[in-house]
């Protein structure tokens, strides 16, 4: 076979490319679904970012490592002067101020923080020297890095992808090796503060989304109204579904943004558990493949990167379907290849465009995560 493919071609990755493939190509079937059986609004769109963000995954791939660090403060510092621009010059839709309007899509910047976020801290921790990683100078720095992409997304509001970008650079280091008690330390000062950040530092539509979360049916045509349509939805969907085509929560507008951060909700409801299965067993092989290369990466460098994007992408899956089945506040995490919208999808391209790179270049080996 190889010698009548090309070596280009054969190459290629193809097993996490036909994944990703699968899995969008399902998503465009739900999204096509939710409009009735048309492929606008939402569908035809879908499709042809994947195939869009999925060439420029392939061309990333092709990028060394010494590209990715020499790049890396050079972009997290465009990504900060966007979010500054976003609170300068971006429109408000929803309530909230996130996105630049760049002709063919809305941008929103915040999304590109997420995998900026890793390349930075990952940056800083494959140049510290390991004597230091147990001290001050191994903490201040990746802080005040953390801190100012956070707080900017933070005031848009967009907790969620606050949330997200903060989770990125925890994880990195973590694996990077700083001491676990520092960690612990951070989470009892988090649990601590949960009063003051509820009553100070939400909005009030986020104060009520908590309640909703703690208790759906105090309020079942208000706050309350997501969390439970979805519940209706996924419930009614049985083990087999309802069949293509035949939802009606999503179809006769019971359920909202069924096509973007409940777009699981409008799927379970017409394809089951069964459906719900799949995608998870997709979902499965790509955090296993992202994992794998962070694995078997033969730098710290490249180990912290690809482990880091790796649980990017796992937080939106797990944080969008607690979301939809009721077990965390809605937040609005869309699901990755299955939700509608440019800016997520783009941002979860980026991570898998880099995860390829380091899977082709493995460099030299130094140890596992450091």
């Known amino acids: 076979m190889n010698s009548v493919i090309p070596a280009p071609i054969a190459g290629l990755p193809w097993r996490i490319m036909l994944i990703l493939t699968a899995m969008s190509i399902f998503g465009a079937s739900v999204l096509y679904s939710a409009a009735g059986g048309n ?48 609170e300068v010059t971006g429109f408000v839709s929803g309530g909230s101020q996130r996105w630049i309007n760049i002709g063919f899509m809305n941008l929103q910047p915040s999304e590109l923080m997420k995998p900026a976020i890793i390349l930075a801290v990952a940056w800083f921790f494959d140049r510290l020297p390991p004597s230091k990683i147990s001290t001050m100078d191994a903490l201040w720095p990746p802080v005040l890095l953390l801190s100012l992409p956070a707080g900017l997304v933070l005031i848009q509001p967009d907790l969620g992808t606050s949330l997200a970008i903060i989770f990125g650079a925890v994880v990195v280091a973590f694996l990077a090796g700083l001491p676990m008690r520092w960690f612990v330390g951070a989470g009892a000062a988090m649990v601590a503060l949960i009063p003051l950040a509820y009553f100070f530092g939400l909005e009030e539509y986020q104060q009520r989304r908590v309640l909703t979360f703690l208790d759906p049916e105090a309020d079942p045509l208000g706050a309350g109204y997501h969390v439970n349509q979805s519940a209706i939805a996924i419930g009614s969907g049985g083990f087999f579904g309802k069949g293509f085509l035949k939802g009606t929560q999503s179809h006769l507008d019971y359920l909202p943004e069924g096509h973007t951060d409940f777009v699981f909700a409008t799927m379970a409801e017409e394809w089951g558990m069964i459906g719900g299965l799949a995608l998870l067993f997709g979902f499965f092989l790509i955090f296993k493949w992202g994992l794998n290369v962070a694995v078997n990466s033969q730098t710290r460098y490249g180990q912290l990167v690809a482990a880091g994007m790796t649980c990017t992408i796992f937080f939106y899956a797990a944080i969008n379907l607690m979301m939809v089945m009721g077990m965390a506040p809605v937040v609005g995490i869309p699901l990755p290849f299955m939700s509608h919208g440019g800016s997520s999808m783009l941002t979860v391209m980026i991570c898998v465009g880099i995860i390829m790179s380091i899977e082709r270049h493995p460099g030299t080996r130094l140890g596992q995560f450091g």
């Open 39 to 86: 492929f606008d609004p939402w569908a035809g769109k879908h499709l042809m970012r994947f195939f869009v963000f999925l060439a420029m995954a392939l061309i990333l791939s092709r990028l060394p490592m010494d590209f990715w660090k020499a790049i890396t403060f050079p972009v997290y510092g465009a990504v900060l002067i966007l979010l500054i621009t976003v």
